[in-house]
């Protein structure tokens, strides 16, 4: 058993074609895993499942041994405690409304954490690398760099076991970029990663395994040094040569 266990999943939308077929991997705890795969290759789809938000039509993803089961609310409860995600736009993804403190705290309220919020909140936003004074702030009065950094505490407040991330860094400059994925990889001392792009440079820089999807199925698995080193499929040949890698000395 690892952390997180995806074992034979099928997926399609409605009567769609299938956007995922016979998906299987696993996680250890600690590890850090980058998916990756061209546009549509179902990657945002796979991390909807891994996230609960939709139920594969056949297969199972289980964390901790534990099978995901949508329709128990309070299994879900338990499961977004420990998973939890970062997605692309820092813009879209943060409630302008809201301040910096009520954002962060958000899933502590959603999630009826006990504790000391304030505390907790503190805590996240320092892990982050952004300093108290943010926290009386609004979306709007930060760069999107630092708006990915806001949406990264807000995941990593709950403490959850798993952190997702999708395509978390594609909105964000070169260096901006470097940075985020150089917080993301220190996080993952504490959590487990998962990280979607179709940027293999930035996947060859956080993750120490890597999944190639391919239309829906996993074409290549395992160490992504070796995979990157020698890419026996194709795909995964032709998804490295297409890509920039990271500048050297950065990854
Ligand atoms: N809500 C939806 N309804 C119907 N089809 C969808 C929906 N979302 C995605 N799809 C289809 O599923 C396939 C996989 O899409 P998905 O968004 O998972 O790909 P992706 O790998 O994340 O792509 P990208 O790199 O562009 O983000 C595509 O063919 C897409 O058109
Ligand atoms: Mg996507």
Do not use: W
Not at 8 to 33: C, H, I, T
Not at 101 to 127: K, N, Q, T, W
Not at 195 to 211: N, P
């Amino acid at each position: 058993m690892s952390l997180l266990d995806v074992n034979g999943v099928d997926f399609s939308y409605g009567r769609g074609k299938p956007v995922l077929q016979q998906v299987s991997f696993a996680v250890e705890a600690g590890a850090s895993l980058g998916i990756v795969g061209e546009s549509g290759s179902g990657k945002t789809t796979l991390l909807r499942l891994l996230l609960g938000l939709t139920r594969p039509d056949a297969g199972t993803i289980a964390l901790n041994g534990a099978a995901i089961d949508t329709r128990d609310s309070s299994f879900m409860r338990g499961y977004r405690r420990q998973v939890q995600a970062v997605f692309q736009d820092p813009y879209s993804s943060l409630d302008p409304r809201q301040s910096v403190f009520d954002i962060i705290a958000e899933p502590l309220r959603s999630l009826r954490i006990a504790g000391d919020h304030v505390a907790l909140v503190a805590g996240a936003l320092d892990a982050v690398g952004l300093d108290a004074t943010s926290l009386r702030r609004y979306p709007h009065q930060f760069s999107g760099g630092q708006r990915q950094r806001i949406a990264i505490a807000r995941a990593i407040v709950a403490r959850p076991q798993v952190l997702l991330a999708d395509e978390a860094v594609s909105a964000l400059d070169l260096t901006t970029r470097v940075r985020i994925v150089a917080l993301l990889q220190a996080l993952s001392k504490d959590m487990t990663l998962v990280f979607v792009s179709h940027d293999l440079g930035v996947v060859a820089a956080a993750c120490r395994d890597i999944v190639v999807l391919e239309r829906g199925r996993i074409v290549e698995s395992g160490r992504t040094r070796d995979v990157l080193a020698r890419p026996k499929h194709p795909y995964t040949q032709a998804l490295l040569a297409s890509v920039p890698r990271m500048p050297e000395g950065l990854s």
